[in-house]
């Protein structure tokens, strides 16, 4: 079958993206997962599909028949069978691991039960199937309720050798939700608040495409977006400034389910969180629904999602009062069952109390039954709007075309070329300018570029002139406004970079404000959301606003994260540089660092030089044997150039050294490496309006570091340069000093 | 008299302050800021005021009804004239400078004017009076707002030609408002939402000192805190963590005016911002008040203090509805007044639109006769506080020798004894635990050491054990439970430690999540605030929890970031030694890195060898030329421990370095570094479970740092570090491999 090849593929390239990222960082040329496989909707496997015409309608109702007939079939006992299956795999795993969170799974059981069989619409066999309903567990420590849901779902990536094996080395049942070990999993949480604005991401992108790709005889694009958020999520500010945005961008199809416990790791909530979340809510313009029964209300929690689903211009907050570590007879709501094993004397008398006769990771019959339809009822799915998709390709060529585009990440061939180039004589500008015309060449091209900023879109230069505003009723618009909230805005990029692979998300602020985003943009590093970071006013040469305002460790405390690229391009071609790779790198975030002032237009940059993330620009010696060699980023490079001028005026052979990617420099050859920082040179001066820091390894123990070791200042730009010492003469001078 | 001797003594303590604060970090020994002078409460100055016991009273009531008759007598065309002059000495400093944020200080002026002129309780030539009002701009683009009302106040801060030197070189007015250049301001703020959740901070301490302190009888602790933000503040999620911590904990001293003008930098709030503020603070448990006339409303803003004052049990938001740029009649309520010079022609129109015939920096003289009186009475506020402290001293001796202890950050003789000492006999123990017998014992000996964790006390070990928690009905207790609110935590930390010298703040959360915290730890680096953050689980030692949870580039972040200090203690001695140098670095926040795994008592590690940075602990060389060198930190100490023990018994000469803090290190004399680090001997290995990021400056060109370059992993640690090759084996390996 078409489904079952896809997720043969699918299963492969994730393979080997779990290899990449466990083995090294090194290896950026991952491959994307596609949400389908282009041979299910195109060639043979199409004609297959198109010559069963009336198949796919007749499965597809019946589906549906059967689905709503089990439904109504199904006794409480076996949701009641099915919901502690559910709470004894957590408890089991958890057990066994004797480590692990058991609180949470067994207090969501049954809204994770009706979520997952009842309620979403997706694919065991293809993970990665575009249309399916996207889940996130905000609370990612509770993710055994999500491997047991996967596990009984039919996932292949949660067999039960997988739930024996839960946080083990090299299991794909690691102790937080990782989407990049775990196909079903859509993002990576745990850092509380993350998940519930990755969700947010998710509709965005959802309702997005709806706008930009549905027909009136075709809704192409449709699918709801879940999450699970405990009183953690609630308390951390990245929710309330993500589901700030929500409301404001009406995102009717979010829906996400507040586990309201009353416990956290300290003890009762009374003792740090008293508000009224309802009305917090409320205020953020969400439709709020309070299920006063999670723990067996099934029917009040059909009601609410019911309820959720016809509020179509609000996202819905569904509170679901429930008991952490329901079934536990002397542990149940206390904190004691929130982050431990439950010992084996306590799990006995949890299995006495629910009356669960079974062995460890024991899936009754009569549960495995009834869930095995999901099998079959996904595959359907995934055909039906296959289906759907070949009527929509006859009928919208165009729109089919784009949209396979951003569905499978396969850019349109040649358009890097799009991006602009620069000669020595193109007038100077600011690398923030500059961003801004790749930005609007690269959206002419690439259907899924997206994005904004944080509230400073006219500094950050960062609108996409032919677009509107993406808004609650221009949702097929590009320019997002995020408000003055980055920390939300990082994470909600990485749930549009996860929702599709062709979807380009890029976010801005001023450099020094990362650290408002950091968590956020850890976690793009970590699960391989190729988020574009648009930094700009990247140093003291922002000027007046001080040392608020002016990054000084920022460089170096990106260079010493993982899988992240930091790019600090030195003009024109070295902008269009960092976005070429920047864009290329769709499973590792890339962050530009960006000038407020203008910079010259330098001979000797390129595209080119960029990839290789070192480059010489000039070079006036022989033989690889400099006498000094000039090394320099972003808007100190036109220093270490203007340097370089006045020590050749006295005879000296000077190399002039582009420093702009360190991660990249690192991934060449070591004869690359070489021909550009000779070992046998020592003589080598850095200069960086920056912290100094790490900089030793690329000047050597005998080399010197310019840069700057103290917080900025509140003055002129040119100013502080020439205070801090950031000039071609302390660059001359320090090159003069090697004996 | 004694409060003018008190103020120079401050200034000139200040000056010193902001030259080693912008020469160099490395000047750690900067003296506190007391908020009286003891020559005032104590000695000849005391016996004077003593001597004179009628006449305080008397100043005190003819003070206070002078200000009343005042009040009432003034006319609006006074008020109008005073409003107009913060006006246009914010217009004039922005276009003097061609750069600030007008627009604010013209809409906000009427509120600044009644705070300052009305309300406020302050001494202008004593800024660091203990009991005055505190007011922190959140919206700190707006700060000539702020050096408006300094000036106008009396404050020798901010004279005439410091608001002509406004954001430049070396000024006292900078781009945002700094505590440490600006005497009278109280905080650093600019990087938005700080500002308030400091002063959320600030009425902390004072709930609490006022409940450790009072008596039914003397109230010796008595004053409000105040707070202007803006829409900006408002979108931050810090700003909603911290307010949600306010209601929680039902400051009612605090008061925070929102100034709702509708306009952010990329233009109506309308574009990202439609939640209703008004709804979501009355969610978090605040009162809420709405100034609909904020341009001119006088007496609207007065009633609405007034009820705010009435509402003692519940924090006050005054959302005052006001015009951007108000007077500006072609840029007023525009994002074009935000952030830039108004121009000379719209200056002059300006000036026309308001009828204000003066030149540029004029005060007229009936503003300034009017203001001239808050120096007699702001020296007669003080004067009375005085008075009422030696009341308090005689009557409460103890309490007063705590209270003023806390006042001026004098700690008791011998406090350092108090910390333990063990020796390689003493049991292995994880630092978390550790650290937790550390601020128990020092909580014994410091009485302003407060703090807590974010949620995860029972895990970060920060419980005081003697003491209960702070919470609304019990503030005079220690222990503050900040919920899952890392960033709000940071900032709260920072307001209590700038509240008043000897308050010493501390908080905690794993340091993986110091991502969480990072602008609120930075701006403790800049503003001076001395706040030690415990950080626990601080590395792939935590084991199963996973990469989400284990820090990796972390220690490399703080150590290039200016003026904290990064500690990553071995074991007892260490983190003892640790906990010295955070508490006497009250000047510089101190990040401890502590393991959740237990660690061996080290032969050789000591508390003074901690004050140096890096020490040798153990040396079986002579001479200093040891074969090689080991160098580790934290967790990693014993196992470079371990590792010299192998290659000594194959006959190498073998230096095992601890490299605790790399800060205290760099400050140590080049005779002392050599003597642990020989230039000689370039055979190094270093070994951190962290990123290599920064090592090569330790270990030299030669050297190789064992570290991890890629994020961890779900497992046991113990795995993990075998996987990750962080063992003895890899550095015996790596040390036999110099040839």
Request: one cysteine or more.
């Amino acid at each position: 079958m078409a489904a079952s090849s896809s997720l043969t593929l699918s299963q492969a390239l994730l393979g080997r993206a779990i290899i990449a990222h466990h083995g090294s960082t090194a290896h950026t040329d991952r491959l994307a997962l596609p949400g389908f496989n282009l041979s299910t909707i195109s060639g043979r496997a199409l004609k297959s599909s198109a010559s069963a015409p009336r198949k796919r309608p007749v499965l597809r109702s019946a589906a549906r028949a059967a689905a709503v007939e089990t439904l109504e079939k199904t006794e409480t006992a076996l949701i009641e069978n099915s919901v502690n299956t559910i709470r004894f795999l957590a408890i089991d795993a958890v057990e066994k691991a004797n480590s692990g969170h058991p609180g949470l799974p067994m207090g969501c059981a049954p809204m994770g039960h009706i979520l997952y069989d009842e309620i979403m619409r997706y694919n065991p066999k293809n993970p990665y199937w575009f249309n399916r309903d996207r889940f996130v567990l905000s609370a990612g420590h509770g993710c055994m309720l999500q491997y047991a849901l996967l596990h009984l779902a039919g996932y292949d990536s949660v067999k039960e050798e997988d739930l024996k094996q839960f946080r083990q080395w090299g299991s794909r049942t690691p102790g937080h939700p990782e989407n990049f070990e775990t196909p079903g999993v859509e993002v990576t949480t745990g850092p509380l608040g993350q998940g519930i604005a990755n969700a947010v991401g998710l509709a965005l992108a959802e309702k997005h495409l709806a706008a930009r790709f549905n027909k009136p005889d075709n809704e192409i694009v449709d699918h709801y977006t879940y999450a699970i958020l405990g009183d953690g999520c609630q308390m951390e500010g990245i929710a309330n400034e993500a589901c700030s945005l929500a409301g404001h961008w009406g995102l009717g199809k979010l829906i996400a389910f507040y586990d309201d416990n009353h416990i956290s790791i300290d003890g009762d909530t009374e003792i740090a969180f008293t508000e009224s979340v309802d009305t917090r809510f409320e205020g953020l313009g969400w439709h709020v629904i309070w299920v006063k029964n999670g723990n067996t209300g099934y029917d009040e929690i059909r009601a609410a999602i019911k309820e959720a689903k016809a509020v179509t211009d609000k996202p819905t907050l569904i509170k679901v009062t429930t008991t952490i570590g329901f079934g536990s007879p002397n542990k149940a709501n206390s904190y004691s069952v929130h982050g431990s094993a439950l010992g084996a004397k306590e799990v006995e008398a949890t299995r006495k109390n629910l009356g669960w006769p079974y062995e460890p990771f024991h899936v009754p019959d009569d549960v495995k039954k009834h869930w095995s339809r999901h099998v079959s009822e996904g595959a359907a799915l995934e055909a039906e709007w296959n289906a759907k998709f070949l009527e929509y390709e006859k009928k919208y060529k165009e729109e089919a075309q784009e949209l396979k585009s951003i569905i499978t990440g396969e850019f349109p061939a040649g358009w890097e070329k799009a991006l602009p180039t620069y000669t020595p004589e193109s007038p100077a500008d600011a690398t923030r300018n500059l961003s801004q015309q790749c930005l609007n060449a690269l959206a002419k091209v690439l259907p899924g570029l997206l994005g904004g900023s944080a509230d400073l879109a006219s500094s950050n230069m960062t609108l996409l002139k032919m677009f509107g505003d993406f808004q609650k009723n221009t949702p097929e618009e590009r320019n997002v406004r995020f408000g003055v909230r980055e920390h939300g805005m990082g994470a909600i990029c990485n749930g549009i970079a996860l929702h599709t692979p062709g979807l380009i998300p890029y976010c801005a602020t001023f450099f020094v404000f990362t650290d408002y985003m950091r968590p956020a943009m850890r976690i793009s590093a970590l699960c391989e959301a190729g988020v574009i970071y648009v930094m700009t006013h990247d140093s003291i040469g922002l000027g007046e606003d001080g040392p608020t305002h002016q990054p000084i460790e920022h460089l170096a405390s990106f260079r010493a994260m993982p899988n992240i690229l930091m790019l600090r391009p030195a003009d024109g071609n070295e902008t269009a540089g960092a976005y070429k790779v920047a864009v290329l790198n769709r499973k590792r975030p890339s962050v530009l660092a960006l000038s407020r002032q203008k910079l010259q237009q330098l001979p000797g940059t390129s595209i080119e030089g960029v990839e290789k993330g070192g480059y010489t620009i000039s070079d006036n010696s022989s033989g690889n044997k400099p006498d000094v060699i000039l090394i320099g980023t972003g808007s100190e490079l036109e220093i270490a150039a203007k340097a370089a001028d006045e020590l050749r005026k006295e005879g000296k052979a000077v190399r002039v050294v582009s420093f702009v990617s360190w991660e990249l420099f690192d991934e060449q050859s070591d004869e690359y490496k070489e021909s550009v920082l000779p070992a046998a040179v020592t003589n080598r001066v850095s200069i960086e309006a920056g912290a100094t820091f790490g900089w030793q390894k690329i000047v050597g123990s005998k080399g010197k570091a310019i840069g700057i070791d103290r917080f900025g200042a509140s003055a002129p730009a040119g100013k502080i340069y020439k205070e801090y010492g950031i000039t071609a003469e302390a660059v001359v001078a320090a090159a003069k000093s090697f004996s």
